[in-house]
């Protein structure tokens, strides 16, 4: 099936699965039922890192990145449902809630009904599926989030019911005849080379993109203090219905807000300015790993980014238009211009380019 232009994605996640092949694959197969963490919540743990137990240590390292999986999801069009099975009363799967519900993913509580504590994901997410490809004639992807070989019937059905079948498993605990029944499937660990760079620069490309863009519109903002300093010095103005006795006295004009600028408000500002910086990235980033494309249309990379966050609004950081806003970023990406076309691609000087 090849992809349509408007698409519209169904995102499935076997959480348990995920989250216990992540661990065994950090840490070994088969420990995480040997260490028994699944009553460990990583986020109870405030002590600082040296402190740590060794349990939280190996926990903290084996933490799933979900923005890094409904990214690439989000790439094959827009997300209309997404929905997470596990039994969240477990404190390790508790513990990626506030993550999940952030990205408004369903959170599907699963109670584990035998003493192996299985508690029959597969079964209810095959289900769901089923019942939702039947249900909505429009949704044109399946994404499944597991690796066990128990979906391979299920990735069969969807491709039998037309839908473009995509899988996501971790390395070492995904079944290759699941990987070979679906239209297309994606490494975890690929995935992550997409995200996990952009911590360690962040501090020197996109901050420094921030501050520039918040220095650049200070500078066109008129120093209002100052001028209402010097009216100070010289007094009020007098009127030829007043005599000097008769002049009322004078008193000073309450400075506006916009007069000086709070230190909080500048902080909101480059918070804000840094992370759209930082969501461009992400997208340019993930455009270019899976088209394995040196440029990029605008309006794909714009709506991509509105796919992985719709809240983005350029005017709303100050720019009349997206090209606007991308000329800013002009030491992150690079910007091409043929008449109404426009490109963009990462500087081949980024960080950010791997």
Excluded at 69 to 79: E, K, M, N, Q
Aim: proline share 5%; charged share 30%; aromatic share 6%.
């Amino acid at each position: 099936m090849t992809e349509p232009v408007d698409a519209r994605v169904a995102v499935y996640i076997d959480f348990d699965n995920i989250v216990i092949s992540r661990y065994d694959q950090v840490n070994g197969r088969g420990h995480f039922h040997r260490d028994k963490v699944r009553s460990f919540a990583p986020e109870g743990d405030r002590r600082p890192k040296a402190d740590r137990s060794e349990e939280a240590t190996k926990v903290e390292q084996a933490t799933v990145d979900i923005s890094a999986v409904l990214d690439y999801a989000s790439s094959f069009g827009s997300i209309v449902i997404s929905r997470a099975y596990a039994d969240w009363s477990v404190p390790v799967n508790s513990s990626y809630r506030r993550q999940l519900m952030d990205r408004a993913v369903d959170l599907v509580q699963l109670f584990p009904a035998v003493a192996s504590m299985k508690n029959g994901a597969d079964i209810r997410l095959s289900i769901d599926v089923v019942e939702d490809l039947f249900r909505l004639d429009d949704l044109t992807h399946v994404v499944i989030v597991a690796g066990d070989s128990d979906y391979i019937p299920l990735a069969q059905r969807a491709k039998r019911l037309g839908r473009y079948v995509v899988g996501i498993g971790v390395a070492g605990s995904t079944s290759k005849h699941l990987a070979a029944a679906c239209d297309e499937f994606a490494d975890y660990d690929a995935l992550l080379t997409m995200e996990e760079e952009e911590p360690r620069v962040i501090e020197a490309a996109v901050v420094a993109a921030a501050e520039e863009v918040v220095e650049a519109a200070a500078a066109k903002t008129p120093d209002k203090t100052a001028e209402k300093a010097s009216a100070r010095k010289r007094g009020p103005k007098r009127t030829d219905a007043a005599t000097p006795d008769e002049s009322p006295a004078a008193e000073p004009e309450p400075e506006s807000a916009s007069s000086v600028e709070p230190p909080t408000s500048r902080r909101a500002q480059q918070a804000a300015q840094q992370a759209a910086s930082n969501l461009l990235v992400r997208a340019l980033r993930l455009g270019h790993a899976k088209d394995d494309q040196e440029w990029l249309g605008s309006s794909n990379v714009k709506n991509q980014m509105l796919r992985m966050d719709p809240s983005f609004q350029e005017s709303a950081l100050g720019y009349k238009s997206f090209t606007d806003f991308v000329q800013s970023r002009g030491n992150l990406v690079e910007l091409q211009e043929d008449g109404q076309v426009r490109r963009l691609r990462l500087r081949p000087s980024s960080p950010f380019v791997a």
